[in-house]
């Protein structure tokens, strides 16, 4: 198994950028094996139908700035790390993977400077141990509901940061582009839009580490995230982007140790259905939070998005065929 450890440097930005290039072997090397990666990518995108652009050559403004080492131009110690030709650089943190060290890639986000170290771990035996199934339903308001009844809520600081970076956003657009103010407010917004990140980032990963290792079947909506990112809204587009992570960390988690992820079509009416009796609610809005069944007999009452995440859940098992082979967790509904 490989993973990467990020970590901040502390102390970083003029110790990194007034010495000169650490090293250039490495640092060519780097650019070449990224021009390869790139060029790879983009004939693959034409063989596959899948739209990838033609490499482009970096730019000094808009180019995040990041190079390559190779793991025999860099020694990791207990919070520091040896690059060659640059010196020691003192680490926020411990690197948190014990094992062969591959190879490692520092690079600046808004100010800051990191150092992401590629790890090879043993992998871990997979436990076959039977685990529950999940349906999630995830949602704009609240952020995934889980048919067991579990809710997790979208965090209050990162609406707090969004008023933040909505101001700093138009301070920038008052600025003389180009000018000495200009390039501060842009810093500025920069560094609050990954503040925003990382507090959805731990959000996210709360949540899908949560559900890897309690559940082993994984009901989700795939979701057209494409399509919703071109709405206008700040807020919205925030929320679209947690989508999309949420549903790539859910599937690379649940996997890795044994699970299995069943995507529902995105056009199944999830929030339409009961999950009872199959009753179709079609006209429901976004407004009504409860579902109420009109079915005579069934008269199911209860959460919408709850009844969302049961429907996912049983037309996932449905897809899989297995509706009788796996233990589903699912809330204690009264009819
Ligand atoms: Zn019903």
Redesign the pocket.
């Known amino acids: 198994m490989i993973r990467n450890d990020h970590v901040r440097f502390l102390g970083e930005g003029a110790m990194v950028t007034s010495r000169p290039l650490p090293d250039s072997k490495s640092v060519v090397e780097g650019a070449f094996m990224d021009v390869a990666s790139a060029f790879k990518n983009f004939f693959e995108g034409l063989k596959t139908g899948k739209k990838r652009g033609y490499p482009k050559f970096k730019t000094k403004r808009k180019t995040k700035p990041a190079f390559y080492l190779a793991s025999d131009r860099f020694e990791v110690g207990d919070h520091w790390v040896d690059i060659s030709k640059l010196g020691r650089v003192n680490m926020a943190e411990k690197l948190r993977f014990s094992g062969k060290i591959l190879s490692a890639r520092v690079s600046k986000t808004a100010s800051w400077w990191f150092i992401s170290i590629t790890v090879e771990l043993p992998d871990k035996p997979v436990e076959s141990q039977p685990l529950p199934a999940v349906g999630i339903d995830v949602g704009l308001n609240r952020l995934a509901t889980l048919s067991t009844g579990r809710q997790f809520e979208n965090q209050k600081p990162l609406r707090t940061l969004l008023k933040h970076l909505l101001q700093a956003n138009k301070r920038l657009a008052r600025r003389v582009k180009g000018s000495k103010n200009w390039y501060k407010a842009k810093e500025k917004l920069a560094r609050l839009h990954y503040r925003v990140a990382c507090a959805r980032e731990d959000l996210l990963h709360k949540l899908t580490t949560e559900i890897a290792t309690t559940y082993g079947f994984v009901g989700v909506e795939s979701l057209h995230v494409k399509g919703l990112m071109q709405n206008r809204k700040l807020a919205l587009s925030f929320a679209d982007a947690a989508l999309g992570r949420l549903l790539m960390l859910l599937t690379s988690k649940v996997t890795a140790v044994g699970g299995t992820v069943v995507k529902v079509d995105r056009f199944f009416p999830s929030s339409q259905l ?6 179709r609610w079609k006209e429901i809005t976004l407004a009504d939070r409860i579902f109420v ?3 005579p ?4 009452q209860g959460d919408r998005d709850l009844n969302a995440a049961l429907n996912i859940l049983n037309e996932a098992l449905r897809l899989v065929g297995q509706m009788d082979q796996v233990v589903s967790a699912v809330a204690a509904t009264t ?1």
């Open positions: 009961c999950h009872q009796c199959g009753w069944c009109q079915h007999q069934c008269r199911w009819p």
